[in-house]
């Protein structure tokens, strides 16, 4: 799979096994599926004519064509928010899915989820009220803190007042002074320019909101590979001394090169991309948590024994989390211990 993924991420001349054994075949479409890479794996099967068994084949097709016409729905999605937000005067930037998924070599076959936006204290109350007056929708606030979300003609949207929470007054500080004077950039999305976050600010997002869904339940590869994606095809963008210095003021060095060696030793990211040398620690520290990764699944949906609602639910994802603290604290450990102190706290109430 990193194989095929590696030839589909960076369209270079790789070793792929030209015949697939029927169990080979049944457990790479099922690992592809839990790490929410299935069309980068297929696209890479199909133009390479990997030969699976006839009933995969089939199987193939449906699979790229749904995770196509799936981005094409999002992309629609995408410019009809940009357009109620430019007509209303909000400015507004969308963050992570589709805005990353511009800068793969085939933005399609990226695996498509919701739709993330982001405005300041000012803005998103504004924003609020136009959903409210041209689409007719309310949007909803439960679980987080940080954001609501709501659903339009088929497509879900969340509207964040807040990013991110790096658990510390000083290092939230931080947070939202470099958000305050980020200048913004656009990506091109069938056509239309989108505003987004900067490609530095936008790339250090892109991981923390990995990082953080790794210590929670768990993260899939799709994550992985959008924060691959951007340190290689926006290095001409991002500004590497500030990333560094990013990651040092909020002490996230060693979180950031573990997850780092997962990217240059798995998907094939050049290591110059990356902006840190890896050293044996942090191979194994990138280890660790891709067992994580891999068993866990996209946004740690599998390997669990309780379902996701109700009280044994509960505490299984506790003890998940605690576990999940124990192992990679040292990588982060104020940033750890914030962490699971509001998870802690949420988790009670």
Not at 76 to 85: A, S
Not at 322 to 340: C, D, I, N, Q, T
Request: some cysteine.
């Amino acid at each position: 799979m990193f194989t095929l993924l590696q030839e589909a991420l960076w369209k270079k001349d790789v070793t792929i096994p030209l015949k697939l054994s029927p169990q080979n075949t049944e457990e790479l479409f099922l690992l592809a599926e839990q790490q929410a890479v299935s069309g980068l794996m297929v696209d890479a099967i199909i133009r390479h004519d990997v030969k699976i068994p006839q009933q995969w084949v089939f199987e193939a097709v449906g699979i790229i064509e749904q995770i196509k016409q799936q981005s094409k729905v999002i992309n629609e999605g995408v410019i009809k928010l940009n357009n109620l937000m430019l007509d209303d005067g909000i400015s507004y930037v969308i963050v992570k899915g589709q805005t990353v998924a511009s800068k793969y070599p085939d933005p399609l076959i990226r695996q498509s989820g919701d739709i993330d936006y982001y405005c300041d204290s000012i803005n998103f109350p504004l924003s609020l009220e136009a959903i409210k007056k041209h689409w007719g929708v309310e949007p909803e606030r439960e679980e987080s803190v940080l954001h609501v979300h709501f659903d339009y003609q088929d497509v879900t949207y969340e509207g964040h007042f807040s990013l991110t929470s790096l658990y510390g007054k000083k290092r939230n500080l931080y947070w939202q002074q470099l958000l305050d004077n980020d200048k913004g950039d656009t990506v091109s999305i069938d056509g239309h320019d989108i505003k987004t976050l900067s490609a530095t600010t936008h790339t250090f997002y892109v991981f923390i909101h990995l990082y953080s869904h790794l210590l929670a339940l768990g993260v899939g590869l799709r994550q992985f590979c959008d924060l691959a994606v951007m340190l290689h095809y926006c290095k001409e963008q991002i500004d590497m001394d500030a990333l560094r210095r990013h990651m040092y003021k909020l002490g996230l060095e060693r979180a950031y090169k573990a997850c780092g060696s997962i990217l240059v030793n798995q998907l094939g990211l050049p290591q110059d991309d990356l902006g840190y040398h890896l050293s044996d620690s942090d191979r194994k520290n990138g280890e660790k948590i891709l067992e994580v990764v891999i068993y866990r699944g996209n946004m740690g949906h599998y390997n669990k024994r309780s379902g996701f609602s109700g009280w044994k639910h509960k505490v299984e994802a506790l003890c998940i989390k605690v576990s999940h603290f124990l192992k990679f604290m040292p990588l982060a450990p104020e940033y750890s211990r914030g962490w699971l102190w509001h998870e802690l706290i949420r988790q009670a109430k």
